[in-house]
């Protein structure tokens, strides 16, 4: 996958996020995971893109990490919305199944990041 398409894919994420927050029904514990929920699920592509424009290897390893635990954080909302009853399960599974793959993605991705960086280190040693 390209970054574009990722970057694409993001956003594809982040959409339905928000109209699951609308979706929601007017109770404390609703806006207490919904505010939760925005902020993470819309974050995931925020920070994807600031990965993209990082200036240095260790800052888009940063970056990725905190794309990976904003993805998790999101699914963890999800599980939240899901067992409290606040939304049909069946209408949220495709979004935590999203989150949990884009999670495991950036998890890769930063990993593998991670590996160059420790090779490119030890070539500039040798």
């Known amino acids: 996958m390209t970054e574009n398409e990722f970057k694409e894919r993001t956003k594809r994420f982040a959409l339905p ?49 905190i794309a990976e ?17 606040l939304l049909p399960s069946e209408r949220l599974s495709g979004l935590h199944d999203e989150a949990v793959a884009l999670t495991k993605m950036i998890a890769a991705s930063r990993i593998t990041a991670r590996g160059n960086r420790k090779s490119a280190i030890q070539n500039r040693k040798s």
């Open 17 to 65: 996020i928000l109209k699951l927050v609308d979706a929601l029904p007017r109770k404390r514990s609703a806006e207490v995971l919904a505010k939760q929920l925005a902020r993470s699920g819309t974050s995931v592509g925020a920070n994807y893109r600031a990965a993209c424009r990082a200036r240095s290897l260790p800052e888009f390893v940063a970056k990725l990490g």
């Open 69 to 85: 635990e904003e993805a998790d954080e999101s699914a963890w909302w999800i599980e939240l919305v899901t067992e409290h009853g």
